[in-house]
């Protein structure tokens, strides 16, 4: 998620709290797909494929609606949090028997449980074999988003951030690569909750909660939206803080992270990870 948002908010200049949205929708479609088809061993990619796709029709409908509506940038957040809320809503509603898609029970506030790990052939992977899976998706997103950027699609998609009239101007439709970002960025998030479910095989909707819509946003402002190396570290660094701290009481870890992020907008506007990267490289 943290990728996604840094491409959309750093890179795009469209800041978003509606990540999480496409993270459950992802989770969801995947546990629906791969729990009707359990016992196939195409069930888990069919499942993958299913909740990439629901991704892309969401994302590139209400971005449609978004961009080409020429909405304006200090409304997109608020429309992006309420459709995650709106979201979240409905799949707390979803606790009767009725329901169900196929054999799969939506489950309420419950969430979806007993989601299938995922599997190529009969190979499931769980356990280390999971990790190095995970690290292998990384590194291919990592690294296919370093070239994106560094492409003519990354020099558009900068020109949109930093001056929308003037590369209007120059004849690209700036709503048309708005649309495709956002849609990138959302399926980046889906990504992310396809790992989440095969982790630990179950969803809820609270994965959809305000809470969890303003994460991938601290992660970006920590270590610096313009950096994807910078936002991996500040992901890894703020959930190891977290889980830490939640040891202790859930508040204490809100409040401090909370603070985190309030001292970064005021005194590190950049990043701190970057701002750190900078202070070394200067000694060196």
Known sequence: MGLGMC???????ILS??????????GYAYGIIAGNLLG????????????????????????????YSRIQKWIIPILTLVFTLLLETF?????????????????GFNGMTNIPFFQIGTFEFEGYSFYYYCLVIVLVLFFGLRILVNSKFGQIVVGIREDEVRTEMLGYD??????????ISANLAGISGLLYVQWGNYITPSQMGILQAALPVIWCAVGGRNSFIAVIFATILINWLS??????GNQ?????????????????????????????????
């Open 91 to 107: 799949f707390v509603q979803t606790s009767g028997y009725q329901w169900r898609v196929g054999s799969v029970l939506l489950g």
């Open 243 to 248: 889980f830490t701290l939640s040891s202790q």
């Open 174 to 183: 700036i709503r048309f690569w708005q649309c495709v970002t956002f849609i």
């Open 40 to 67: 196939n061993s195409w069930g888990p990619i069919l499942g993958v494929l299913g909740g990439l796709l629901v991704c892309t029709i969401v994302s590139g409908i209400f971005g449609y609606f978004v961009f």
């Open 252 to 284: 204490y870890a809100l409040v401090i992270i909370g603070t985190l992020l309030v001292v970064t907008m005021v005194f590190f506007p950049r990043g701190i990870v970057v701002m750190i990267y900078e202070k070394i490289q200067k000694r060196i």
């Open 17 to 26: 709290f509606g990540h999480v949205a496409y993270y459950g929708l992802a």
């Open 7 to 13: 491409l959309i908010w750093g890179y795009c200049g």
